[in-house]
């Protein structure tokens, strides 16, 4: 099975186009992961640009987040999927849902993207985040009971901010989780965040230890059914993902060296 490592391009939006895809193709990345924008001019420079740099794209939408009525948020999740959907990329990572909608609309999504990878032929996973459908274990489950195939991005950092643990107790819940897994996206969080400030510090050893450890049981699992390819992209984010020095506001910790030691991490381990 072939282990294919992303580079964000959350965080770098402020280089050119040329100046980050040389900086991920430095850094030694297999491909992007990234929103693309809704002009299409725009959208095709872009993929233009990574494909002729030998690289892979995985499309992102985020941004459904600005949406909280849900007539808006579907009517923008329909135009951003379909956006991403025209670059043709391995497949679209997607912020789906509200935390606070019924799970009857959020249903109605998860068909609406199911529909729209039906008529496109790209895969449609869906990101585990806070505050979307997927924002808590026990959110999610139903879920996977009612849609054995449905596809899930394993951003696991949310759910121990979320659950305010390392998700010790809660062995039996991901194991009915991993089968659905189709990305990873490989930032270490704690129980009281997201990201931890260096996942190389002594400090938060048990925390990286944990998440290595869910990362293996899923990568396990793919092997075993035969999986021909995994995708993780390593994700720690800018400020205020980063920590930062009151008052100055200076970061503690730069985040795409961060990124470029975990894909390292995970070459060595999963490549090795």
């Known amino acids: 099975m072939s282990v294919l490592i992303f580079a ?14 040389a900086r991920v193709l430095e850094a030694g990345f297999d491909g992007v992961e990234m929103s693309l924008s809704m002009d299409a001019s725009e959208r095709d420079a872009w993929t233009h640009a990574i ?17 909280s009525d849900f007539a808006q948020h579907k009517q923008a999740l329909a135009d951003l999927l379909h956006n991403a959907c025209a670059a ?39 990101e585990i985040h806070r505050s979307r ?3 808590h274990p026990m959110l999610l489950l139903p879920y996977l009971t ?17 659950c305010e643990s390392l998700l010790e107790d809660q062995a039996h819940v991901l194991e009915q989780v991993y089968p659905h897994v189709r990305h990873i996206h490989a930032r270490v969080g704690h129980s009281q965040g997201p990201q931890v400030n260096d996942f190389r510090a002594p400090e938060h050893a048990a925390a990286l230890q944990q998440h290595l ?29 980063t920590q930062t020095l009151p008052y100055t506001n200076q970061v503690v910790s730069d985040a795409w060296e961060q990124n470029v030691a975990m894909m390292q991490l995970l070459r060595a381990r999963y490549q090795g």
């Open 88 to 126: 043709r990329p391995l497949f679209v990572n997607t912020h789906t849902g509200k935390d606070f909608y019924s799970y009857a609309q959020n249903a109605e999504l998860l068909d609406l993207a199911d529909e729209i990878a039906a008529g496109t032929g790209v895969p449609i996973v869906h």
């Open 146 to 162: 009612q849609r054995p195939q449905l596809a899930l991005n394993a951003d696991l950092s949310h759910w121990c901010c979320a």
């Open 51 to 67: 494909a002729d740099a030998g690289l892979h794209l995985i499309a992102q939408q985020w941004e459904t987040v600005f949406h």
């Open 133 to 135: 459908f997927s924002g």
């Open 8 to 21: 964000p391009h959350w965080g770098s939006a402020h280089l050119s186009r040329e100046t980050f895809i």
């Open 213 to 241: 450890s869910w990362w293996d049981a899923i990568i396990h699992q793919q092997r075993a059914s035969g999986k021909q390819q995994i995708t993780l992209t390593p994700e720690f984010g800018p400020s205020p993902y």
